[in-house]
């Protein structure tokens, strides 16, 4: 069975704090590893990563995935309280595009 | 581009009645569909996965005469729980992903809808 686990659960830091997220994968057929950030509604894309050891940035957000170790952090810096939220790791694993989503990281900034 | 819409956004309905949920990819032709399931401070559980014209391929313990998806056209899917009760309650998210074009296997996902049973 597809297994993909996050940690922290959850993670209340001050503002300009900087927070790593992790997430370990055992899965059959890898085939991308994505980070969505979930506020109230649907997950929005933040990356997907296929390639190891190639760090994709996105302003203050900055994601890495390492195949071997089978695991990819999610990196924060300067965190701001519009940076709480529920993020989640999903595994695609390539059945139909299939997602496995982890148990999801709830990040609480405060001032 | 690559738009989800779902409909309703939130419903309420009485125990024992069905609830049509509708999911719509607005710019793009959406070969296959997934439904989630996300309960209070839980992950996405996927809950089946369709492709346009054939039945769904439904997740271990999900009960496919409960939870009726049929996904008649390549820009519409809809999820109908049937006989709705209390621990139906839930926010449901629908995704669709297509297998042409620079959007090859992506999901996108639609905006959720919140189903309250009483």
């Known amino acids: 069975e597809d297994k993909v686990v996050q940690s922290p659960l959850s993670l209340v830091v001050h503002e300009g704090d900087t927070v790593t997220l992790n997430c370990s994968y055992e899965v059959t057929n890898f085939r991308s590893l994505l980070w969505y950030k979930q506020e109230k509604k649907a997950p929005t894309f933040l990356f997907m990563l296929?390639?190891?050891?190639i760090e994709k940035k996105s302003g203050r957000l900055s994601s890495i995935l390492d195949k071997k170790e089978l695991f990819s952090i999610l990196n924060i810096t300067a965190t701001q309280t519009g940076d709480s939220a529920i993020y989640l790791c999903a595994v695609n694993t390539g059945t139909a595009s299939k997602l496995t989503f982890g148990t999801g990281t709830r990040l609480q900034v405060t001032l | 581009g690559a738009v989800v819409s779902q409909h309703p956004s939130w419903v309420i309905c009485k125990s024992g009645t069905s609830v049509k949920i509708e999911c719509r990819s607005l710019d793009f032709q959406a070969t296959t569909m997934f439904w989630y399931r996300q309960f209070p401070k839980q992950s996405l559980m996927l809950m089946a996965t369709s492709n346009e014209g054939s039945k769904a391929t439904y997740e271990q313990g999900v009960e496919k005469d409960k939870f009726l998806i049929n996904h008649a056209s390549l820009t519409l899917s809809t999820l109908t729980v049937t006989s709705a009760h209390p621990e139906d309650s839930s926010f449901y998210i629908c995704s669709a992903s297509t297998t042409s074009g620079y959007l090859y296997n992506e999901q996108f996902f639609g905006p959720g809808t919140r189903l309250t049973v009483l």
């Open positions: 296929t390639s190891s050891g």
